[in-house]
């Protein structure tokens, strides 16, 4: 679904490229979670995605992303809509401010993709009671917490079907519950094979849940990929500057003091759940 | 400096409900997390205290203060307030008028003012970046020079709104290590959060909220434990807490030498058992 070859790119007026000779193939149907320091170029990857790079934040680019076998460069961001829907990190820079409700906030995508009248009520219902907005419909968006626009962005998102899915930081605003939800929906998403998701996450232990796989940009290059697990409780990422789970850290130290069942050489755990398994004693 | 809130209801201009009779009291140089479900009330609740919302019924006091006798401004002397988007309150050209803006309308000297800001700059690791424009700053370095603009007012009472929002692990580091500043102050500081992790590290007391209200309301270490309370709330035990929950320990770790130790207890009784 994606390709990425030797891409860089650099920000009009900057000296240092945010991304460096990225490579990467994300096949259809994968989840898969971008993690990494602030600055590490996480952001610029969800724009490069998404045709917000190069077509609306200019700069220099060297190399190519292919979606679903099409240039990003070289399409117009107007086709891309339809086949890449990019939910921003910050939700007040997704908000249109062109309707009064918040269902129509959510039409709103659906009018301008030509969806018939008749189907855009039900998609933008269904992405509404998905996201935990069902009761808010008729509100405002500008009576929404911060936590509920958050939702309201990714509502938008959601309803256009895109089939490459792109979300930056998505549930920084959400409550666990929310967090949860979203990321059971977009696990069974990606997991009906025809949409694929890219998400930017600092909550590792919801990554080590839901993702298939786990990319790790530093300084604009990637400098891990790979499962989950094997990922994200490598001692490796400390020295990047992410933090493990406090599950990590905890079966790590019991562990090292000599009181964890089994013998050396286990993985360390990422999650509650293999937190738990890994520490319980039968 | 005491924040005291008596029976506070608040509705919006549309008719949503957003405050049902608040109680809440909080003493001088206490640390709280206020937790809850997006929509609980917790920002409502929060800009009640520094008089950007006024109640539909009730009272709230900043020390002898009614917020109600107060302006805005006067009120920004006593209660700082971090946004929770850190673009709704950045306005100036570089990041050291940003942060002077505050002291200067206070009334400082110039003197005075160059010394609040180079300190709000300093603890917030901003330093090299007084020159720059705010928006030409990553979005997690915005975030604390909000901060730096409320730590220079030097006000008696902070209030964080979701700061951890976008901070990678070495910003979280940084912004604990804010918190821990002002708490040697003695500095009241109210945060708005659903990072638990956070909130069991730095806050000694945890305010939930619901749909309006407050459910529960205690030291971190007793309501963090509180799956059912926190469930209904939309949230979860911070994580060392839901380890310990689900291997039985009866204690509430708040820290990862605290889980060993506990947890080497669990083994020595299994083993003894055995």
Redesign the interface.
């Known amino acids: 679904m994606i390709e990425i070859h030797g891409f860089s790119f650099s920000y009009a007026g900057t000296q240092s490229p945010a991304l460096h000779a990225i490579d990467l193939e994300v096949p259809q149907g994968q989840l898969c979670a971008i993690v ?4 590490a170029g996480k952001s610029t990857l969800c724009y490069a995605l998404s045709g917000f790079v190069p077509h609306f934040y200019r700069g220099t680019l060297e190399g190519e992303i292919l979606v679903a076998g099409r240039s990003v460069a070289h399409t117009p961001l107007s086709d891309l809509a339809g086949e890449v829907g990019l939910v921003f ?2 939700p ?1 820079n997704q908000i249109t401010g062109a309707r009064f409700t918040v269902l129509e906030e959510v039409a709103f995508g659906l009018e301008n993709l030509g969806v018939p009248r008749a189907d855009i009520l039900d998609r933008a219902n269904e992405a509404l009671r998905l996201t ?1 907005l069902g009761e808010l419909g008729d ?2 968006p500008y ?6 626009l ?2 309201l962005a990714i509502a938008s998102m959601l309803a256009m079907r895109p089939r490459l899915l792109v979300l930056d ?1 998505p549930t ?7 967090t949860e939800a979203l990321f059971t929906h977009l696990s069974h998403l990606a997991s009906s094979g025809s949409v694929t998701v890219v998400l930017t996450e ?1 909550k590792l ?1 919801w990554v080590a849940s839901f993702a298939d796989r786990t990319v790790v940009l530093s300084g604009g290059r990637i400098v891990a990929d790979g499962r989950p697990r094997e990922v994200l409780a490598s001692p490796t990422i400390e020295t990047l ?3 493990p ?3 990590t ?2 079966a790590r ?2 562990a090292a ?1 000599g ?1 964890t069942p089994g013998g050396a050489g286990r993985a360390l755990p990422v999650t ?1 759940d293999q ?2 398994e890994f ?3 039968t | 400096m005491d924040v005291k809130v008596k029976g506070v209801t608040f509705r919006y201009p549309s008719g949503v409900l957003a405050l049902s009779e608040v109680s809440l009291t909080i003493r001088a140089g206490e640390t709280v997390a206020l937790v809850g479900e997006n929509g609980a009330g917790k920002t409502t609740l929060a800009r009640h205290l520094n008089g950007l919302l006024q109640p539909e019924s009730g009272e709230v006091w900043i020390g002898d203060w009614d917020t109600r006798q107060k302006s805005v401004a006067s009120l920004s002397r006593r209660v700082g307030y971090v946004f929770q988007n850190p673009d709704d309150q950045l306005f100036a050209r570089t990041v050291w008028d940003e942060v002077a803006f505050g002291p200067r309308n206070l009334g400082g000297t110039p003197q005075s003012v160059d010394s609040d800001v180079r300190s709000a700059l300093a603890r917030c690791g901003l330093h090299e970046a007084a020159d720059r424009h705010p928006y030409d700053l990553p979005a997690a370095e915005r975030k604390f020079v909000a901060i730096a603009t409320t730590l220079a007012m030097q006000t008696p009472v902070v209030i964080l709104d979701e700061p951890t929002t976008g901070l990678d692990a070495e910003g979280v580091r940084r912004l604990g290590d804010l918190v821990e500043g002002l708490k040697k102050e003695a500095r009241t500081v109210l945060t708005i959060t659903h990072d638990l992790d956070f909130g069991a590290d730095h806050f000694e007391r945890v305010v939930v909220m619901s749909r309006g209200r407050i459910r529960g309301d205690g030291p971190a270490r007793e309501i963090l434990r509180e799956s059912t309370l926190l469930e209904e709330a939309h949230l979860r035990p911070p994580q060392l807490i839901s380890l310990a929950l689900a291997l039985g320990l009866p204690t509430s770790p708040m820290t990862v030498p605290e889980f060993v130790a506990d947890y080497g207890q669990y083994v020595a009784r299994g083993r003894s058992a055995r």
């Open positions: 990494g320091p602030n600055g990190q910050n007040f935990g509100r405002s009576a929404l917490s911060g936590g509920q958050q939702r930081e920084s605003q959400l409550d666990p519950a929310g600092h232990e500057g992410i933090r789970t406090r599950y850290q905890a130290a019991a003091g009181l509650l937190a738990a520490l319980r004693w």
